[in-house]
């Protein structure tokens, strides 16, 4: 997690995001991966293997993957991609940064997860309501709370009819500006999923520690019902 890396690793992260914020506030992500130079601890959210709250939701669920698409916003790494694919999903996982896809590429050569470079705020048209599970983990905190509203609105469209939406994001308790990143939602923020046609199916809630601070996350299933 961002609060348990290196000091320097924290302070190079927010130094990147800020000075990008204005000019062109995704730009910073190719930036980390380029300059990590395939050392993943430098990577604030790779794990390198599936995040545990998307695992344990898997576990309980149980989703049936084959004959079903899901996709992946903001791969990183490709571990959650791999973790979808060996249940047999046929997934697309996409970045913004194109060198994080060719990390991804290089881990996972024989993967059948189809890996692509784009940016959420300029799908094709062609993906909207196509895929039956979509995972946003942990993206949208990683931008500006002023980018928020246009961000999540590009979410949804993306379901397709009877589908899903798991959404593992840190939260704020209230509306006001945060130091970051990353920037907690609030629950203003995720009210927009539902505004947008989206019901809330389950709510859990986690909570670590990271020092004297306390952080929330939580992992939202959300249907669009057909």
């Not at 961002?2 to 204005?22: D, G």
């Not at 604030?44 to 916003?73: C, F, K, M, N």
């Not at 199916?201 to 952080?215: N, T, W």
């Amino acid at each position: 997690m961002f609060e348990k890396l290196p000091e320097a690793i924290q302070q190079k992260v927010k130094k990147l995001a800020t000075e990008s914020r204005k000019a062109n506030p995704t730009a910073w992500f190719d930036v980390l991966y380029s300059e990590a130079q395939g050392d993943a601890g430098q990577i604030p959210w790779a794990r390198l293997t599936t995040h545990p709250y998307l695992q344990e939701w898997l576990d309980i669920s149980q989703p049936q993957g084959a004959g079903h698409t899901a996709l992946v916003i903001g791969c990183g790494l490709g571990d959650d991609a791999e973790a979808l694919a060996k249940l047999g999903f046929q997934v697309t996982a996409f970045d913004i940064s194109a060198k994080a896809i060719a990390w991804c590429q290089e881990r996972f050569p024989n993967s059948s997860v189809k890996y692509l470079v784009a940016d959420l705020l300029a799908l094709d048209s062609e993906w909207h309501h196509k895929f039956d599970l979509v995972l946003e983990s942990r993206n949208i905190q990683a931008l500006p709370v002023e980018m928020r509203a246009q961000v999540v609105k590009c979410i949804p469209p993306l379901v397709a009819s009877g589908g899903k939406l798991l959404v593992i994001t840190r939260i704020r308790d209230n509306d006001s500006v945060p130091d970051g990143p990353p920037w907690g939602l609030s629950e203003k923020e995720l009210a927009e999923f539902i505004r947008l046609g989206l019901q809330e199916v389950q709510r859990d809630l986690f909570l670590s520690e990271a020092g004297e601070e306390k952080i929330k996350v939580v992992r939202i299933e959300y249907c669009l019902n057909s």
